[in-house]
């Protein structure tokens, strides 16, 4: 991989409160790095947005930002480094966010802001209206070995989640090495796919293990073409590396931030 010039997505598909409305169908928008939003048939949810205050300089435009979000039934953390937990996010749509669902040490940090939160353990299922959520396991606990942190990491205060939505499902995995269970579960029909070869992800190989365990899931391909950063494999990425990887490469979803797509059941 060339870490001296990095590959980036389509340009930034700007949006606002309309992709919010009522919809026939589950509607997935890539918020840049890792974030997502999902709206299905009303129903708003985001997965670690982070859409201002980026701690990085960036390659894109974010495609929203908080002042444009009208309403959002639920939020959803998977863990609290920067690039997935936002503190001004927080606070621009405090009145405009129904819930927060995390971990139980981060929904901790949510609510000493005043939000409302409710921690979860892995295993947890729950609703937001018509989508029902599975909390999985994740392994990205790298804090615990850096001082300046000043705790240790369980595997508990980290989560992915898998989705199930009425037109079909999604596996959000998190940051996280590999794991056997990522490799067991029921066939997911999206997913959010973290495409990043440092250490505590899921690494190139097992990556590609991933995406051929599940021969038609769309791969929507994250944590790559955001951050300004040439010297970090953590954001560096490059989905053409995968095509002649993966099974079924035409189900590779290069998108561009803020681009709709349509989630199918297969």
């Not at 980290?158 to 579960?185: H, R, V």
């Not at 989905?239 to 931030?257: G, H, T, Y």
Request: aromatic residues 10%; glycine residues 6%.
């Amino acid at each position: 991989m060339d870490m001296t010039k990095q590959a980036t997505p389509p340009k930034t598909q700007a949006y606002g409160a309309e992709a919010f409305e009522p919809i026939q169908g589950t509607v997935l928008r890539w918020l840049g790095n890792s974030g997502l939003h999902i709206n299905s048939r009303g129903t708003n949810i985001m997965i670690d947005p982070v859409v201002e205050d980026f701690d990085m300089p960036l390659l894109i435009e974010m495609p929203i930002t908080s002042e444009k979000i009208p309403h959002l039934d639920a939020v959803l953390i998977t863990h609290d480094d920067n690039d997935h937990f936002s503190k001004s996010f927080r606070q621009l749509t405090r009145e405009r966010v129904v819930e927060y669902h995390a971990p139980h040490f981060v929904a901790g940090l949510i609510k000493q802001e005043g939000l409302t939160a409710t921690g979860h353990a892995v295993g947890d299922r729950f609703s937001v209206n018509d989508v029902t959520v599975e909390v999985t396991r994740a392994w990205h606990n790298w804090k615990s070995d850096n001082p300046k942190y000043g705790r240790t990491y369980a595997v508990e205060d980290l989560c992915g989640f898998y989705l199930t939505t009425p037109d079909g499902t999604i596996y959000i995995p998190g940051d996280s090495k590999a794991l056997p269970e990522q490799y067991e579960m029921p066939a997911p029909d999206a997913i959010f796919f973290d495409w990043s070869d440092n250490f505590w992800h899921i690494g190139f190989l097992n990556a590609v293990r991933l995406a051929n365990t599940y021969p038609q899931a769309d791969l929507i391909c994250q944590h790559w073409g955001t951050v300004d950063a040439p010297n970090m494999n953590t954001f560096n990425m490059d989905p053409q590396d995968l095509m002649d990887k993966v099974v079924n490469p035409e189900r590779i979803q290069v998108l561009a931030a803020g681009q709709p797509f349509n989630l199918t059941r297969k």
